[in-house]
C-alpha cells in the first residue's frame, strides 16, 4: 500500500538518497554495542564490565567492537555526545535578540523531545537515562562526564560569544553565563539522580524549576526580612 502525501518517498528516488544494505547493516550492529554496553553497565556496573563482555552480549568479536569505538569509555558516552550536539544546534538556532541565559534556556526547552527522539534511534530513553545513574555512582565515569562538560561549556561559551558579536578572549561574559548555567544541569544532574523518579520529564521539571532560581540567587537577598 501506497503512502499518500508530499511525505512519502518516491519510487524513483536515487538510491544514494537512502542508506545502503551494508549501512544499516553497520548502524545495527553499532546500536546493538551501544545497547549491549549501556545495558551491562547498568547491570553489573561499569568498571566490572569488559570490552570482550560487550562484544559477547552484542554476539561480534572484540575487534569490531573497536572498529566502532576507540574504547569503553567512548561507547559509554556516545549517546550522551549526540544528545549534547542537538542542544548546542539547539543555541545556534535561537533568535538572535534573546539575551544569552535567555538562549541557553530556550534551547534547551526546545532540544527535550529532539532530544529523546534521537535517543530513541539508538537505543531506550529508559535505559539512557539509568546509565546516568551509574555515571554519578562510578568515579571514573563522574570524572570524564565532568571533563567532557567542561569542554561542552567552551564549546557553547564560543558560540554565544559568536552571537553577541563578542571576542571570547576579551570578553569574560560568555564563559561566566555559560559556566552559571552547566552550574545549574551540573546541580539538577546530581539531585535528579538520587530521586526514585528517573524519567526524562522529571529532569526537565527539576531543571525548570532551578533554573528559575538563578536570578534570584544570584542577586537576590537571601535573609528573611525581619517583620
Do not use: C
Request: charged share 30%.
Amino acid at each position: 500500500m501506497k503512502v499518500a502525501g508530499p511525505s512519502a518517498p518516491s519510487e524513483t528516488a536515487p538510491a544514494a538518497s537512502r542508506p545502503g544494505l551494508r549501512e544499516l547493516k553497520k548502524r545495527r550492529t553499532r546500536d546493538l554495542l551501544l545497547r549491549s554496553a549501556l545495558e551491562l553497565f547498568t547491570e553489573r556496573g561499569y568498571e566490572e564490565t569488559t570490552v570482550d563482555d560487550i562484544a559477547e552480549a552484542a554476539d561480534v568479536s572484540q575487534r569490531t567492537f573497536f572498529r566502532y569505538f576507540a574504547s569503553k569509555e567512548e561507547a559509554a558516552f556516545f549517546v550522551s555526545r549526540l544528545a549534547e550536539s542537538h542542544f548546542v544546534d539547539a543555541v545556534r538556532a535561537r533568535p538572535p535578540e534573546e539575551a544569552p541565559l535567555d538562549a541557553l534556556r530556550g534551547a534547551l526547552a526546545e532540544s527535550w523531545s529532539t532530544i529523546g527522539e534521537a535517543v530513541e534511534r539508538l537505543v531506550p530513553l529508559e535505559l539512557h537515562m539509568r546509565f546516568y545513574r551509574v555515571i554519578e555512582s562510578t568515579p571514573a565515569l563522574l570524572a570524564a562526564h565532568l571533563r567532557r562538560a567542561t569542554e561542552l561549556e567552551e564549546e557553547i561559551a564560543r558560540v554565544v560569544a559568536r552571537r553577541e558579536g563578542l571576542d571570547l578572549d576579551a570578553d569574560p561574559r560568555p564563559r561566566v553565563a555559560v559556566a552559571v548555567f552547566g552550574a545549574v544541569m551540573r546541580v539538577t544532574e546530581r539531585i535528579w539522580s538520587a530521586r526514585e523518579d528517573a524519567s526524562l520529564a522529571a529532569l526537565r521539571d527539576l531543571t525548570a524549576a532551578y533554573l528559575d532560581q538563578v536570578a534570584p540567587a544570584l542577586t537576590g537577598n537571601w535573609r528573611r526580612t525581619e517583620t
